[in-house]
């Protein structure tokens, strides 16, 4: 077996990567994974689409131009960008400016290593503690395929997985390590000081065996394989149908309708256009009648 690295050091061949990575994705973070002494060059890779569906900006209904948002100072009205500092606001509501020493403690930069450094059971894990971000991780180079290997191939077998911080984006977070299918994946966790009690409330027991057989029933008849594919987003196809309406009124309108004579300081403004058309047309028809 090939001696491993003792520490994290760059990749010294860049066109080595390993042909299993997603390469249809762009990795999020890369660095080293480190289970004792044991190290391996991998990359992290989103696990879903950014997809929020569409977003939605501020048009003028009249000319159909976005909506621009200057940054105003309600004392010296707008500002240029080397005028505006970040900072926070205390308890009092007096600003507190950052200087550069403080945005960086506050925003540190990305590690380049993530260090394993507990080791527990998945169940041990509140799902509530999930964030809802999920990484690939693979390794970096096929150099990298072995200690990858052993460290996903002994999780999967103790059936452990590993706990420790890493920190992407200028933000520290808890992560957890866990193997799927003898591969490695990412998951952020929300720490225990940001998750919020349960609200209190009495639980109904005495007539709980009363409906019981038949909640028992009804899963027990739909326990079987799910079918996930027969889950859609709706929004995708439903912004493609408003696109496709908007598009075919569009049409119509230019085949049904003339376009109005403008002028080129009028094509911004409908109603200074609109009055140009009907004042042109009362003056056509006057010296008609003449």
Known sequence: MKRLRKKCAPIENASDFSESSPAASRAAWTGCLRIGAIIAHVRAYPSVKDDDGPELHQFHRGCGKRIQCPRMCPKHGTLASEDIVKGIESANGKPILMDEDSLRRLRPPKDEELVLERFVAEADIDPVMYSGRHLYIAPASKVASAPFGLMAGTLSRLGKLGVGQLTVNGRKSLVAVMTRAQRLTLHFLHYPGQIRSVPAFDVVTEDASFGAPLV?????????????????????????????????????????TPRATATKSDKCNPTKATTSSLTGRKSSVRRNSR
């Open 216 to 256: 028992e029933q009804f899963v027990n008849e739909r326990n079987s394989h799910v079918d996930w594919s027969g889950y859609q987003d709706p929004v995708p196809g439903i912004v493609d149908e408003l696109i496709n309406t908007h598009s075919s009124t569009r049409r119509g309108r230019r085949k049904s």
